[in-house]
Nanobody
């Protein structure tokens, strides 16, 4: 059974930082692209960042580029999202997801497994 469990969310002031983690089990983690998405109230789920299974290539949404770093530890089956200079508009539930059929992408539809999400709230 595949499980993705996010952690590390919380309440932080604008300008602060957080490190989100996503621990995976039940899948060949090192073979799959891993992505982070977020969903704010009343909005659609949107892409944040992805790290491929090959060479760890990374890609970021323009909204977080320069403020976020995605990384993965295949031995620990964990993907991380380090975020700095947080803004109130970063407030959302953050989800990690696994793309078992490809290297990872920015499209929600390409991901097969999702975690339950972790809430990030940035106060002004």
């Amino acid at each position: 059974q595949v499980q993705l469990v996010e952690s590390g969310g919380g309440l932080v002031q604008a300008g602060g930082s957080l490190r989100l983690s996503c621990a995976a089990s039940g899948l060949d983690f090192s073979s799959y692209g891993m992505g982070w998405f977020r969903q704010a109230p009343g909005k659609e789920r949107e892409f944040v960042s992805v790290i491929s299974y090959r060479r760890g290539a990374t890609y970021y949404a323009d909204s977080v580029k320069g403020r976020s770093t995605i990384s993965r530890d295949n031995d620990k089956k964990t993907v991380y999202l380090q975020m700095i200079s947080l803004k109130p508009e970063d407030t959302a539930v953050y989800y990690c997801a696994a793309d078992t059929l490809g290297p990872g992408s920015s499209r929600v539809v390409d991901y097969d497994y999702w975690g339950q999400g972790t809430q990030v709230t940035v106060s002004s």
